[in-house]
T-cell receptor, first 113, second 115 residues
């Protein structure tokens, strides 16, 4: 199993809603990541979890709240988002945080209305 | 300031020929480099990587070359196939003492392989 599974694939939410993005991997990877990708731009790192602890937070607004319930799961809780937060949200995992390939999920296409 | 640069937004190649995608970087702390392929509406797919202690890594039709003195790497695809048509991202990371392993991506190069 070399898959990173993200749900949902598409999400439309209002600016007052609370929603969550989910990510799952069963490769035994100990590092998991959230990236944000806007159209025609490269993926930009948001958060890194290493051994279920938040390792990197790239100055992401508090309306994005990550959670790592266990070594296979990574969530991104969304609250009071803005239309400019509309993007493709990508989850990735890797064996470790250093010098290892990251495997990406297919992403969640988020639209904030 | 862009740390990873892919200066060619697009590249068109005939089927069967070689595709060469280029990438330059500025951060001398980068010591691990990766190439990803991305189709529209999908996540990036890992292709091939190279550590800074090597200057070449080969995997089937894909070869990555690293020139540390020039801070330049390239991806060669031989022979190119129509199914290779996608956006290719170069990514770099710095390990211990650097930016804790997060990947920095270039802007991507859209490869079109024509039959």
């Amino acid at each position: 199993d070399t898959e990173v599974t993200q749900t949902p694939k598409h999400l439309v939410m209002g600016m007052t809603n609370k929603k969550s993005l989910k990510c799952e991997q069963h490769m035994g990877h100990r590092a998991m990541y959230w990236y944000k990708q806007k159209a025609k731009k490269p993926p930009e790192l948001m958060f890194v979890y290493s051994y279920e602890k938040l390792s990197i937070n790239e100055s992401v607004p508090s309306r994005f709240s990550p959670e790592c319930p266990n070594s296979s799961l990574l969530n991104l809780h969304l609250h009071a988002l803005q239309p400019e937060d509309s993007a493709l949200y990508l989850c990735a995992s890797s064996q470790g945080q250093f010098k290892t390939e990251a495997f990406f999920g297919q992403g969640t296409r988020l639209t904030v209305v | 300031d862009q740390q990873v640069k892919q200066n060619s937004p697009s590249l068109s190649v005939q089927e069967g020929r070689i595709s060469i995608l280029n990438c330059d970087y500025t951060n001398s702390m980068f010591d691990y480099f990766l190439w990803y392929k991305k189709y529209p509406a999908e996540g990036p797919t890992f292709l091939i990587s190279i550590s800074s202690i090597k200057d070449k890594n080969e995997d089937g039709r894909f070869t990555v070359f690293l020139n540390k003195s020039a801070k330049h790497l390239s991806l060669h695809i031989v022979p190119s196939q129509p199914g290779d048509s996608a956006v290719y991202f170069c990514a770099a990371s710095a390990g211990y003492g650097g930016s804790q392993g997060n990947l920095i991506f270039g802007k991507g190069t859209k490869l079109s392989v024509k039959p």
